[in-house]
C-alpha cells in the first residue's frame, strides 16, 4: 500500500473539485481501485503503487490546465484523466495517453495524437528541426502539425508560428482577386485558420495575428526572408515546384523548426511543372536532423467512409498503373516486330 498528498495550492480548488464535488466525483470513479480523500486544498490517495502513480501523472496534467487556463470543463476533465477500463492496473509508461496529449484547447478541449504515425510525428519533432509529413487526405497531418507548433509557442521554444502553403489555386497571381491581401489569401489558407480556431481562444488567437506572433502568408511571400526563432508548417506542399520547396527550406534560421506536409496524391500543378515535394523526400531524408514520416489510411481520422475512399483510389490507381505498363510493353512488341519485318 502506497500513499501520496497532491497539493492545489496553485488553482482554484473549486474549479478542480467542481460544483457539489462534481468532478471529485469523476476523480473517484476513474480510479475505482484507490481510496482518494479530498482535506482542504489536498488530495490524498492510497493504493497500490502503480495505481497512484498513474493517478498522480492525470492529476498532474489537470493542475497543469488550470494553472494555464483557469476553468476545465467536465468532459474534458474527465477525458484527461482517461478511460475507466485503462486505470486500476496501468502501469504509468510512455504508452499512458497523457503522453499523447498535444495542447489544450479553448474551455478545455484536449488536442491529443490519435494514432501511431501521429504519434511518431509528435516524437520525431522533440529530435530533428526539419520533418516532411506526407500522407491522404484526412490522416492528420495539417492539424497534429499545427498543434506541435502552438505548444512550442505556449512553452515559449519559439517567439512565433509561420504557416504557409502555396495557393496554386490562384497561381500564386494573387493580384487580380477581389479585396485587400488578407481577403484574397484568407480562402486559401482557411484549413490553417479551422486549426488553430481549435487549439486557442479567439480574443488571443486574434492578439497573435494583430501582432504577427502568429503569421499565415501566402508560399510565395517567403521569398528574400530569414525565418528564425519560429515554428515554421508548410501545407500542401505538394503544390509547390522545386524551386519553390528549395527557397522555403533555405528561409529556414538557426532556431527554427519546420514540418513540411503534403499529399502526392493530389498534385494541382500544370502538367509542365513537377512537384518539388517528390524530389525533395527522395534527396533529404538521409540528412541528419531532417525526418520523414509517411501517413496511411490507417491514420484517417475523418468519416469512417474516408478510409475505404482513399483505398478504392489507391487500387485504381495501381490498376491505371498496370494498364499502362501493360501498353507501353504491347508498344515496344510491336515496335519490335516492325522492325524485324523491316
Known amino acids: 500500500m502506497t500513499e501520496a498528498i497532491i497539493s492545489l495550492e496553485t488553482v482554484n480548488p473549486i474549479e478542480f473539485f467542481g460544483v457539489n464535488n462534481s468532478k471529485f466525483d469523476i476523480l473517484k470513479r476513474k480510479f475505482p481501485l484507490l481510496k482518494i480523500l479530498s482535506r482542504g486544498s489536498q488530495i490524498k490517495l492510497a493504493g497500490q503503487p502503480e495505481e497512484v502513480a498513474n493517478a498522480q ?31 486500476g492496473d496501468t502501469i504509468v509508461n510512455d504508452n499512458n495517453n497523457t503522453g499523447d496529449i ?21 516524437n520525431v519533432s522533440e529530435k530533428n528541426d526539419i520533418i516532411f509529413a506526407v500522407g491522404p487526405a ?66 488571443k488567437l486574434n492578439y497573435y495575428m494583430a501582432n504577427r506572433i502568429i503569421e499565415i502568408a501566402p508560399l510565395a511571400y517567403m521569398r528574400g526572408r530569414t525565418l528564425d526563432n519560429a515554428f515554421i508548417i508548410l501545407d500542401e506542399a505538394q503544390n509547390a515546384t522545386d524551386l519553390q520547396l528549395k527557397m522555403f527550406l533555405t528561409r529556414i534560421g538557426a532556431s527554427a523548426k519546420a514540418i513540411i506536409t503534403g499529399d502526392l496524391t493530389q498534385i494541382d500543378l500544370p502538367k509542365n511543372q513537377k512537384s518539388g515535394l517528390i524530389k525533395a523526400t527522395k534527396i533529404l531524408r538521409d540528412i541528419d536532423g531532417i525526418a520523414y514520416i509517411q501517413l496511411d489510411e490507417a491514420d484517417v481520422v475523418r468519416h469512417r467512409l474516408v478510409k ?35
Open 57 to 87: 501523472l492525470r492529476i498532474s496534467q489537470v493542475i497543469k490546465y488550470l494553472e494555464r487556463n483557469g476553468h476545465l470543463s467536465e468532459n474534458y476533465f474527465s477525458e484527461i484523466l482517461g478511460d475507466e477500463e485503462e486505470n
Open 102 to 122: 498535444l495542447v489544450f484547447g479553448p474551455n478545455g478541449k484536449v488536442i491529443r495524437a490519435k494514432t501511431q504515425n501521429q504519434k511518431l510525428l509528435a
Open 138 to 203: 484526412g490522416t492528420g497531418k495539417t492539424y497534429t502539425a499545427v498543434a506541435l507548433a502552438v505548444r512550442a509557442l505556449k512553452n515559449k521554444a519559439v517567439r512565433k508560428i509561420i504557416l504557409t502553403r502555396p495557393a496554386v489555386e490562384a497561381g500564386e497571381s494573387l493580384g487580380f482577386l477581389p479585396g485587400d491581401l488578407k481577403e484574397k489569401i484568407d480562402p486559401y489558407l482557411r484549413p490553417l485558420y479551422d486549426a488553430l480556431d481549435d487549439m486557442i481562444p479567439s480574443d
Open 308 to 342: 475505404s475512399i482513399i483505398r478504392a483510389y489507391d487500387k485504381d490507381k495501381e490498376k491505371e498503373e498496370k494498364e499502362e505498363e501493360a501498353n507501353r510493353e504491347q508498344f515496344r512488341k510491336l515496335k519490335e516486330e516492325r522492325n524485324s519485318d523491316k
